[in-house]
Antibody
Framework: QLQLQESGPGLVKPSETLSLTCTVSGGSISSSSYYWGWIRQPPGKGLEWIGSIYYSGSTYYNPSLKSRVTISVDTSKNQFSLKLSSVTAADTAVYYC??????????????????????WGQGTMVTVSS | DIQMTQSPSSLSASVGDRVTITCRASQSISSYLNWYQQKPGKAPKLLIYAASSLQSGVPSRFSGSGSGTDFTLTISSLQPEDFATYYCQQSYSTPRLFTFGPGTKVDIK
């Protein structure tokens, strides 16, 4: 079955760039039915969507992070990546990668918008500290 | 932008209780509402999509309802494995903007 695994440094210094990679196994990242996304969760807090990418490279970013975020995809490696620049302690969080399913088919066979994250990686803790 | 609120922010319940969690959107989102369950130290899990459709493999004691601005997640008979935090998420304004609610923590009374 499809699995996602985050990888990258667990400690990043303030003002530097956080870089994470998500490796997709058990399926192709190049499916037309899915976007791929990053979500983070500061300790003890809720979920924050960071951004999403399609296999073609089309991206959407959270406006609150857009100036610092870059998400890219490498279809040859079945991976997508996150870069978050100029990090501060406020960027300390568990970072999740996930598959974003765009549609579902109802009982009549019609395609309907779904747009939810249905498969998640286990998450990786990133601490911003000197 | 659409804002999502949830109530209560936390609740205490006993095994076997019927539990209802409410999610409210700041404007109508039709039925574009999904629910997730997150257990401590684990990734969220999709429970309900399109307000009322049960994700594959999710027990039938979970149900969702609502449309427009007001939605509910109901657990008909709370089980020990259901103690977790529940998040709603609107998909009306996606793919441009993806918004989660603040979460409702369900713990043991």
């Amino acid at each position: 079955q499809l699995q996602l695994q985050e990888s990258g440094p667990g400690l990043v210094k303030p003002s530097e760039t956080l870089s994470l990679t998500c490796t997709v196994s058990g399926g192709s990242i190049s499916s037309s039915s899915y976007y791929w996304g990053w979500i983070r969760q500061p300790p003890g807090k809720g979920l924050e969507w960071i951004g999403s990418i399609y296999y073609s490279g089309s991206t959407y970013y959270n406006p609150s992070l857009k100036s610092r975020v870059t998400i890219s995809v490498d279809t040859s490696k079945n991976q997508f990546s996150l870069k978050l620049s100029s990090v501060t302690a406020a960027d300390t969080a568990v970072y999740y990668c996930a598959r974003r399913v765009l549609y579902y088919y109802d009982s009549s066979g019609y395609r309907n918008k779904l747009d939810a994250f249905d498969i998640w990686g286990q998450g990786t803790m990133v601490t911003v500290s000197s | 932008d659409i804002q999502m609120t949830q109530s209560p922010s936390s609740l205490s319940a006993s095994v076997g209780d019927r539990v209802t969690i409410t999610c409210r959107a700041s404007q109508s989102i039709s039925s574009y509402l999904n629910w997730y369950q997150q257990k401590p130290g684990k990734a969220p899990k999709l429970l309900i999509y399109a307000a009322s459709s049960l994700q594959s493999g999710v027990p039938s004691r979970f149900s969702g309802s609502g449309s427009g601005t007001d939605f509910t997640l109901t657990i008909s008979s709370l089980q020990p494995e259901d103690f977790a935090t529940y998040y709603c998420q609107q998909s009306y304004s996606t793919p441009r903007l993806f918004t989660f609610g603040p979460g409702t923590k369900v713990d043991i009374k």
